[in-house]
DNA sequence: TGATTTATTGAAAATCATTATCACTATCAG
DNA sequence: CTGATAGTGATAATGATTTTCAATAAATCA
């Protein structure tokens, strides 16, 4: 119901491991925890996914792990700085590694057929950097989200 | 479900009434979609509102109308450019209406207290155009949006 | 204008992503 | 090793949004 984090926190993923960087803020390393970032780690080319697809991906390839396990991780590694909640489509949320270059990395979405483009652009978060510092607020995360119909689907339509 | 519109549409809101705007695509003037508007006109014209926000104006100034018909209406309104979608919160949608100026205006949000802040900067949008033109792909909407958290809030987080 | 067609409405039920609950288990600090 | 407690899985609950469907009203045209 709230947006996490409660409190700012750094946003770098350093270079400590994942014990470390969890026992810091009271959260245990778990089995389930390990498994998850590995699944990015592996992915990394197709790297957006969803709560449901990490899901699946993870009983595909043998773990028992809960639904409500992802669901809980991923706050925690949100929370943690170690990923990244992304806004691509209308009704989930979508999950990528949080690396050094992830913002200045934006999106390009077909709302027909849910591809999804990268590109990259300084200039914007430095705006989000300004305008967070003249305004006082702590920059927690920024977002340039382009909504569009893919060349495929234009053409799909078009017919 | 699906993401809409279905089809690419002109993102403006030209000088023809709400009428003629809707029969062009087949949908009908009726009094809630009118009413719908002029909430936003009237009232809203600097806010952002949700659905259930939304309904709650409407009915407090005596109208009869529900939540279904504001779902309903807000998507063809979306279709037809007269209202923008905002990812705001993480729970809900957002909506305000889509000025000539709407693609240069964007969003900095408190994630602690909700509250939203505007700004201009036209070079964002220029990013958004220049990406869909170079990788064929028809624009429907971008948004930048700054989370963060604004100044009253941290001291409340310190004390 | 009046009849016809069909988009729209309201009310209620359904959907579905996400969250909460709870008994049990596993991690971590000492 | 042990105690304190964070985390897990299964499942129920939540809540925004969508769908259903019979009744109504807007657009079209004779
Ligand atoms: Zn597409
Ligand atoms: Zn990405
Ligand atoms: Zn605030
Ligand atoms: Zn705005």
Known sequence: MMIEPNQPLPRTNSGSDLKTVLNKEGFRLTSQRQKILELFRDIALDHHLSAEEIHHQLVAQGEKISISTIYRALHVMVRLGLLQE??????????????????????LVCVQCGAVQEFEEVSISDVGVGET???????????????????????????
Chains 1, 2 share one sequence.
């Open 86 to 107: 992304l806004e691509l489509a209308e009704d989930r949320k979508y999950y990528e590694l949080s690396t050094p270059f992830t913002s200045h990395h934006h999106h």
């Open 133 to 159: 510092q003249t305004r006082g607020f702590v920059l927690l995360n920024s977002q340039f989200t382009i909504y569009g119909v893919c060349p495929l689907c234009q053409s799909r339509l078009r017919s």
